[in-house]
């Protein structure tokens, strides 16, 4: 459990020049931000790393706050955003909670202290917080790597199990969410077998009212392979009806069915569903709650 | 007793002596001992569940450049004898096959984490890499995870010299079983299962050794018992017993049983210490301990209750199977655990008729290690969950089927043997009861049921053994069962008191300072403690097994009173009156006589007469302020009770649960420092919580574990666990000299039985019933499935 040798640290000031050392150093190097799943993997001898690239110093790395971009109000989060300030800033628990709602049962203190949100999407734990209410949020997220920049949208950003667009001469710089259309409220829930676990099964969603009737939802389930799932069946019932607690339990019914669930050490299939159906309907009660207050 | 001392300091809640340094990091734990010129083990250790070593090839790890040695099996064995020998074999009658062990496997592995090679290097880094570049070559052989399978007649051989793979084998019985049961009205009979769980203290196992052929080995390591462990070493390694000084830190975080075995890593670093004639130091990895020690529980039970109408158990018959893994650890060899687990099974009931069959199975697992609840834990769950079934079966409340089977007079030996000597076992019943406002519940519960709320309590009691003294001690492990103590009066009438205990964070520097404060008459700033270092500390057999409150802390209290009339002596001759040695008071520090208290003189002028001054002693007195004492308690066994209660909501949909309520009654005899004991009670409850819920050493059918990092072993947080309430029932036991009983073994034991009977209570499904452990909410909803399926 004490890592390998590590031949070189460097700590780069500006995206330059971090962009610079990826392309220096090629597959032998990898960025660490808060460490929190990367110092495991060393410790556990599970990377082959040997020059560590710390990107703490970035100032491009750490922008939070909402502006406007071509128009559009977004709340943009520098990839060093810690999962502390997710967990508690109040722009973050007043406008998108979801965030919040996901953030704050991330490890424990310590973890959510350092550990980042641009760490977490990059490593890609299939049952991480952050990818669920990223998805949810319909991010645009920001890669520069030193043949330039290009954005991706958080639907594309996922390949696999710990596997995303990002290239080893690329960083991820930083999240775009775009600010919630009026009568919008987005929650999240994760079922997990101690506090601060990784999910059993999350879901995350996002619904836009007018009065008591659906316009649009996005929803997303995480905890399952190979990385969270979209649950369009779902949306597609919900698009244009009547919010009643009726229809939800049927919503949640078409969740638990339609998203693919495997069984793991932390749960079979079978029970995941059961899962999905119940925390389904919670999170589209409390997520509609939500919306219906941002429509007072 | 002497003359009188004011109990000014037992019974306080003082704030630990321990924690300030702790708190600071100032405390000194095995990993922070360090010796110029020391080098860093690191153990190589087998990937399979079972498999022969074919070859090793050290050669690329041998010339890693900051290697010192790289050493393989056979070079240890040759050293010394097999590890097992007598004075770490208990005597527990019944067929033992002792499995033959050396600190490094030589010819075959038998689960995953055997060690195979050591790399001794001059870093703990280089150790790491040089492992890498060990290559074994393995025949792999049939893998058993599964006692029950392992135990068939067909089933491959775990060690090629036995006849099965049955380690141990024994029968407790007494009274007439079969007429019980034939006389019952019902008979109860379920398989229950306790899942592979137990402890995974913070501070993993460790130790620094080191050698020269002049002062001999001399060995740092977080172990429970160091008197056992040098016994053990000097046999195992035929070395002089002068030659060979354990030393336990004065802090270990944390073992519950966990560092009390003889393991094969303590020998392996004295060997290599040997060898090299250099320092070595081994801190164990959280891996590595994960997937050593910490295991326990792992009993299948197939129980049966002979019951009458009225609820009268009458009768009980048990065939217990335990998963001992590979049993080849010093002193418990992965059967003791589940031996006293049957002992105990009948826990605080009077059964008169009991017959339990005990199997203890070698798998391709590590062997059992102690958890605190030692070997109790799916015992306690199977006996009083079955009890609520039974009352359910019987259309009885459960309060009045336990009400009806809690023994009631003492002193009261038990069909297995068992000496509860005190106590009021009913009383603490009844004030669970009360605390938990039964019958208020009841009514609650019936109004949250109208509006669709599951709502049910339970409850479960646990006696728990507080230390064993010789009378049972000496015929099972061939080690005495007392208490032992020195109390020694320095020149300045500071008071040091040497333990042969080793504590693990039970907080002995304050309690047993309270204790001889009060004897002496002296505040707790005046006596400081040592232990740990078997070349001071008198010889004692560990801090273990509730011991320490009941039998080490008496015969401080004895040597304390065997240094009174001494004191007196030197009082009276000092200050020129008479005395027959029992005419002083003993207080402020002072020594007052009682005819005419202006004569008094401080124990410091004592203390400089006997030692600094001797020709100011009567004439003829020996110099010297110092007595040693052992304390034997005249009763084969001492027991304290806990009663647990928990009101829960269940979901039905889903199987989970909230815990509204848990209440425990307590009673420790006389507690000497109630804050440490409620501590003892807090930790024991969330600790039998993560057992029973979220805790699970898996293995696959590979034998390869599931559970290696702390992501997998799920340890409750305190966001995981409800408030615990505790209530004070103490009743002092007449066989210690403060009535005092040690607290912490067993805390954790009711736990599961509390849980399931309250879930069960508030599903209210007929068929319903938890038979397996963990209670997770999974299992809970499959249950639901399983008892609304007619069979």
Same mark, same amino acid.
């Given at each position: 459990m004490?890592?390998?040798?590590?031949?070189?640290?460097?700590?780069?000031?500006?995206?330059?020049?971090c962009i610079?050392?990826?392309e220096?150093?090629?597959?032998?190097?990898?960025l660490?931000?808060?460490?929190q799943?990367?110092?495991?993997?060393l410790?556990l001898?599970?990377?082959?790393?040997?020059?560590?690239?710390?990107?703490?110093?970035i100032?491009e790395l750490?922008?939070?706050g909402?502006?406007?971009?071509?128009?559009?109000?977004?709340?943009?989060?520098?990839?060093?955003?810690?999962?502390?300030?997710?967990?508690?800033?109040?722009?973050v628990?007043?406008?998108y909670p979801?965030l919040?709602?996901?953030?704050?049962f991330?490890?424990d203190v310590?973890?959510?202290?350092?550990g980042?949100?641009?760490?977490?999407l990059?490593h890609?734990?299939?049952a991480a917080?952050?990818?669920?209410p990223?998805?949810?949020l319909?991010?645009?997220?920001?890669?520069?790597?030193?043949?330039?920049?290009?954005?991706v949208?958080?639907d594309?950003?996922?390949?696999?199990?710990?596997?995303?667009?990002?290239?080893?001469n690329?960083i991820?710089v930083?999240i775009?969410?775009?600010?919630?259309?009026?009568g919008?409220?987005?929650?999240?829930?994760?079922?997990?077998?101690?506090?601060?676990d990784?999910?059993?099964?999350?879901?995350?969603?996002?619904?836009?009212m007018?009065?008591?009737?659906?316009?649009?939802?996005?929803i997303?389930?995480?905890?399952?392979?190979?990385?969270?799932?979209?649950?369009?069946?779902?949306?597609?019932?919900?698009q244009?009806?009547?919010?009643?607690?009726?229809i939800?339990?049927?919503a949640?019914?078409i969740?638990?069915d339609?998203?693919?669930?495997?069984t793991?050490?932390?749960?079979?299939?079978?029970?995941?569903?059961?899962?999905l159906k119940?925390?389904g309907?919670?999170v589209?009660?409390?997520?509609?709650k939500?919306?219906?207050?941002?429509?007072? | 007793?002497?003359?009188?001392t004011?109990?000014?300091w037992?019974?306080?809640?003082?704030?630990r002596?321990? *924690?300030?340094?702790l708190?600071?990091?100032?405390?000194?734990?095995?990993?922070?001992?360090?010796?110029?010129g020391? !080098?860093?083990?690191?153990?190589?250790?087998?990937t399979?569940?079972?498999?022969?070593?074919?070859?090793?090839?050290?050669s690329?790890?041998e010339?890693?450049?900051?290697?010192?040695?790289?050493i393989?099996g056979?070079?240890?064995?040759?050293?010394?004898?097999?590890m097992?020998?007598?004075?770490?074999?208990?005597?527990l009658?019944?067929e033992?096959?002792?499995?033959?062990?050396?600190?490094?496997?030589?010819?075959?592995v038998?689960?995953?984490?055997?060690?195979i090679?050591?790399?001794? !290097?001059?870093?703990?880094?280089i !150790?790491?890499?040089?492992?890498?570049l060990?290559?074994?070559?393995?025949?792999?052989?049939p893998?058993l995870? *599964?006692p029950?399978?392992?135990?068939k007649?067909?089933?491959?051989?775990?060690y090629?010299?036995w006849?099965?793979?049955?380690?141990?084998?024994?029968?407790?019985?007494?009274?007439?079983? *079969?007429?019980?049961?034939?006389?019952?009205?019902?008979?109860?009979?379920?398989?229950?299962?306790? #899942?592979?769980?137990?402890?995974?203290?913070?501070?993993?196992?460790?130790?620094?050794?080191?050698?020269d052929e002049?002062?001999?080995?001399?060995?740092?390591?977080?172990?429970?018992?160091?008197?056992?462990?040098?016994? !053990?070493?000097?046999?195992?390694?035929?070395m002089?017993?002068d030659?060979?000084?354990v030393?336990?830190p004065?802090?270990v975080?944390?073992a519950f049983?966990?560092?009390?075995?003889?393991?094969?890593?303590?020998l392996?670093?004295?060997y290599?210490?040997m060898?090299l004639?250099r320092?070595?130091?081994?801190v164990?990895n959280r891996?590595e301990?994960?997937?050593?020690?910490g295991?326990e529980?792992?009993?299948?039970?197939?129980?049966?209750?002979?019951?009458?109408?009225?609820g009268k158990i009458?009768?009980?018959?048990?065939?217990?199977i335990?998963?001992?893994?590979d049993g080849r650890?010093?002193?418990?060899?992965g059967?003791?655990?589940?031996?006293?687990?049957?002992?105990?099974?009948?826990?605080?009931y009077d059964?008169?008729n009991?017959?339990?069959d005990?199997?203890?199975?070698?798998?391709?697992?590590?062997?059992?290690?102690?958890?605190?609840?030692?070997?109790?834990?799916p015992?306690r769950?199977?006996?009083?969950y079955?009890? #609520?079934?039974?009352?359910?079966?019987?259309?009885?409340d459960?309060r009045?089927v336990?009400?009806?089977?809690?023994?009631?007079q003492?002193?009261?030996?038990t069909?297995?043997?068992?000496?509860?000597?005190?106590?009021?076992?009913e009383g603490?019943?009844?004030?669970?009861?009360?605390?938990?406002?039964?019958?208020?519940?009841?009514?609650?519960?019936?109004?949250a049921?109208k509006?669709?709320?599951?709502?049910?309590v339970?409850?479960?009691?646990?006696?728990?053994?507080?230390?064993?003294?010789?009378?049972?001690?000496v015929?099972?492990?061939?080690?005495p069962?007392?208490?032992?103590a020195?109390?020694?009066?320095?020149? #300045?009438g500071?008071?040091?008191?040497?333990?042969g205990?080793?504590?693990?964070?039970?907080?002995?520097?304050?309690t047993?300072s309270?204790?001889?404060?009060d004897?002496?008459?002296?505040?707790?700033?005046d006596?400081?403690?040592?232990?740990g270092?078997?070349?001071?500390?008198?010889?004692?057999?560990?801090?273990?097994?509730?011991?320490?409150?009941?039998?080490?802390?008496?015969?401080?209290?004895l040597?304390?009173?065997?240094?009174?009339?001494k004191?007196?002596q030197? &009082?009276a001759?000092?200050l020129?009156?008479?005395?027959?040695g029992?005419?002083?008071?003993f207080?402020?520090?002072?020594?007052?006589?009682k005819?005419?208290?202006?004569?008094?003189?401080a124990?410091?002028?004592?203390?400089d007469a006997?030692?600094?001054?001797?020709t100011?002693?009567?004439?003829g007195?020996?110099?010297?302020?110092?007595?040693?004492?052992?304390?034997?308690?005249?009763?084969?066994g001492m027991?304290?009770?806990?009663?647990?209660?928990?009101?829960v909501?269940?979901?039905?949909?889903t199987?989970?649960?909230?815990?509204?309520r848990?209440v425990?009654v307590?009673?420790?005899?006389?507690?000497?420092?109630?804050?440490?004991?409620r501590?003892q009670?807090?930790?024991?409850v969330?600790?039998?919580?993560?057992?029973?819920?979220f805790?699970?050493?898996?293995?696959?059918e590979?034998?390869?574990?599931?559970?290696?990092t702390l992501?997998?072993? #799920?340890m409750?947080?305190?966001a995981?666990?409800p408030?615990?309430?505790?209530i004070e029932?103490?009743v002092?036991t007449p066989?210690?000299?403060?009535?005092?009983k040690?607290?912490g073994?067993g805390?954790?034991?009711p736990?599961?039985?509390?849980l399931?009977?309250?879930?069960?209570? &508030?599903l209210n499904?007929?068929?319903?019933?938890?038979l397996?452990?963990?209670?997770?909410?999974?299992?809970?909803?499959?249950?639901?499935?399983?008892?609304?399926?007619?069979?």
């Amino acid at each position: 459990m004490y890592p390998a040798t590590i031949t070189d640290y460097m700590a780069p000031t500006t995206l330059d020049e971090c962009i610079q050392l990826l392309e220096q150093h090629g597959s032998q190097a990898k960025l660490i931000a808060g460490g929190q799943s990367f110092v495991p993997l060393l410790k556990l001898r599970m990377t082959d790393t040997s020059i560590v690239i710390d990107i703490n110093r970035i100032i491009e790395l750490q922008e939070f706050g909402e502006k406007n971009i071509s128009q559009k109000r977004i709340l943009r989060l520098g990839a060093l955003t810690k999962h502390k300030t997710l967990a508690t800033h109040p722009l973050v628990v007043s406008k998108y909670p979801i965030l919040s709602d996901a953030a704050k049962f991330i490890g424990d203190v310590q973890v959510r202290n350092r550990g980042t949100i641009g760490g977490s999407l990059v490593h890609a734990d299939p049952a991480a917080d952050l990818p669920v209410p990223i998805l949810v949020l319909d991010s645009t997220l920001r890669i520069v790597s030193r043949e330039g920049e290009r954005t991706v949208s958080a639907d594309d950003f996922f390949l696999g199990i710990m596997m995303t667009v990002v290239e080893q001469n690329e960083i991820l710089v930083n999240i775009d969410i775009p600010a919630p259309l009026p009568g919008t409220g987005a929650a999240y829930y994760k079922c997990c077998a101690v506090y601060g676990d990784f999910a059993i099964i999350s879901v995350g969603a996002s619904v836009t009212m007018t009065d008591d009737s659906c316009d649009s939802s996005r929803i997303y389930v995480g905890g399952v392979y190979p990385s969270p799932q979209r649950a369009v069946q779902t949306e597609a019932f919900l698009q244009g009806k009547a919010i009643t607690d009726d229809i939800l339990q049927q919503a949640a019914d078409i969740l638990a069915d339609e998203i693919p669930v495997e069984t793991d050490m932390r749960a079979t299939a079978e029970y995941r569903r059961i899962l999905l159906k119940e925390h389904g309907f919670k999170v589209l009660s409390k997520a509609i709650k939500r919306a219906k207050e941002d429509n007072i | 007793m002497t003359s009188v001392t004011e109990s000014k300091w037992v019974g306080r809640s003082i704030r630990r002596r321990e *924690d300030p340094r702790l708190l600071v990091g100032a405390g000194k734990y095995i990993a922070d001992y360090s010796i110029p010129g020391m !080098a860093y083990l690191h153990v190589v250790r087998s990937t399979h569940g079972h498999a022969r070593i074919l070859n090793i090839d050290i050669s690329k790890a041998e010339d890693y450049p900051g290697v010192v040695a790289v050493i393989t099996g056979q070079e240890v064995a040759d050293a010394m004898k097999p590890m097992l020998v007598s004075s770490i074999i208990p005597n527990l009658g019944g067929e033992l096959q002792i499995p033959t062990v050396y600190p490094l496997a030589i010819d075959k592995v038998q689960w995953v984490g055997d060690p195979i090679v050591a790399i001794i !290097a001059e870093s703990k880094y280089i !150790a790491e890499d040089a492992a890498q570049l060990v290559e074994i070559e393995y025949e792999k052989l049939p893998v058993l995870t *599964d006692p029950e399978e392992a135990m068939k007649p067909d089933a491959p051989k775990i060690y090629d010299n036995w006849k099965d793979n049955m380690l141990w084998k024994g029968q407790l019985a007494s009274g007439d079983v *079969d007429k019980a049961f034939k006389e019952a009205d019902y008979v109860l009979s379920e398989r229950f299962y306790g #899942h592979r769980t137990g402890a995974a203290p913070m501070e993993t196992r460790g130790a620094v050794a080191s050698y020269d052929e002049f002062t001999g080995l001399t060995i740092h390591v977080n172990t429970q018992r160091p008197h056992i462990l040098r016994m !053990a070493i000097s046999q195992i390694m035929s070395m002089p017993y002068d030659k060979v000084r354990v030393i336990a830190p004065k802090d270990v975080g944390g073992a519950f049983g966990t560092k009390a075995p003889i393991y094969r890593e303590e020998l392996l670093i004295s060997y290599i210490a040997m060898k090299l004639r250099r320092p070595v130091k081994w801190v164990e990895n959280r891996m590595e301990s994960l997937m050593t020690i910490g295991q326990e529980r792992d009993q299948i039970h197939y129980l049966e209750l002979a019951v009458t109408k009225e609820g009268k158990i009458i009768g009980l018959r048990d065939r217990l199977i335990a998963d001992s893994g590979d049993g080849r650890i010093g002193v418990y060899l992965g059967f003791v655990m589940p031996w006293l687990g049957a002992a105990y099974l009948s826990n605080a009931y009077d059964i008169p008729n009991v017959q339990i069959d005990v199997s203890c199975v070698v798998t391709n697992k590590p062997s059992l290690t102690p958890s605190r609840a030692f070997g109790e834990f799916p015992g306690r769950f199977a006996m009083d969950y079955a009890m #609520h079934l039974v009352a359910r079966e019987l259309k009885l409340d459960p309060r009045d089927v336990f009400e009806k089977n809690i023994i009631k007079q003492f002193p009261h030996v038990t069909a297995t043997g068992i000496t509860h000597d005190s106590g009021d076992y009913e009383g603490a019943f009844r004030t669970l009861i009360e605390a938990l406002d039964y019958d208020r519940v009841r009514q609650e519960q019936a109004e949250a049921r109208k509006n669709g709320r599951l709502i049910g309590v339970g409850f479960a009691m646990g006696a728990e053994m507080s230390g064993l003294g010789s009378q049972i001690f000496v015929p099972m492990e061939n080690q005495p069962g007392y208490g032992a103590a020195t109390v020694k009066i320095d020149t #300045h009438g500071m008071i040091q008191v040497f333990e042969g205990d080793s504590p693990q964070g039970q907080g002995h520097e304050t309690t047993l300072s309270q204790v001889v404060a009060d004897e002496l008459g002296v505040t707790m700033d005046d006596i400081y403690i040592s232990y740990g270092d078997t070349f001071v500390t008198p010889f004692a057999s560990g801090t273990l097994g509730n011991r320490g409150a009941s039998y080490t802390f008496s015969a401080a209290v004895l040597a304390c009173r065997k240094l009174r009339p001494k004191i007196q002596q030197i &009082a009276a001759h000092l200050l020129g009156v008479e005395s027959d040695g029992n005419d002083f008071t003993f207080a402020n520090k002072e020594i007052v006589w009682k005819k005419d208290p202006s004569k008094k003189i401080a124990l410091r002028d004592i203390a400089d007469a006997a030692i600094l001054g001797p020709t100011k002693l009567p004439r003829g007195m020996e110099a010297g302020l110092e007595a040693t004492a052992y304390f034997e308690a005249d009763i084969a066994g001492m027991l304290s009770i806990g009663v647990h209660g928990a009101v829960v909501e269940v979901n039905p949909d889903t199987g989970d649960f909230k815990i509204l309520r848990y209440v425990v009654v307590d009673d420790c005899g006389v507690p000497i420092n109630p804050m440490i004991v409620r501590g003892q009670v807090h930790g024991g409850v969330v600790m039998g919580m993560g057992n029973a819920r979220f805790e699970k050493y898996a293995f696959d059918e590979a034998g390869q574990p599931l559970s290696t990092t702390l992501m997998e072993y #799920h340890m409750p947080s305190a966001a995981d666990v409800p408030d615990i309430e505790v209530i004070e029932y103490n009743v002092p036991t007449p066989y210690t000299p403060l009535g005092s009983k040690g607290k912490g073994e067993g805390i954790p034991g009711p736990v599961p039985a509390t849980l399931a009977s309250a879930i069960t209570d &508030a599903l209210n499904i007929p068929g319903f019933k938890i038979l397996n452990l963990p209670i997770t909410p999974e299992s809970i909803w499959r249950s639901i499935n399983e008892a609304k399926v007619p069979t």
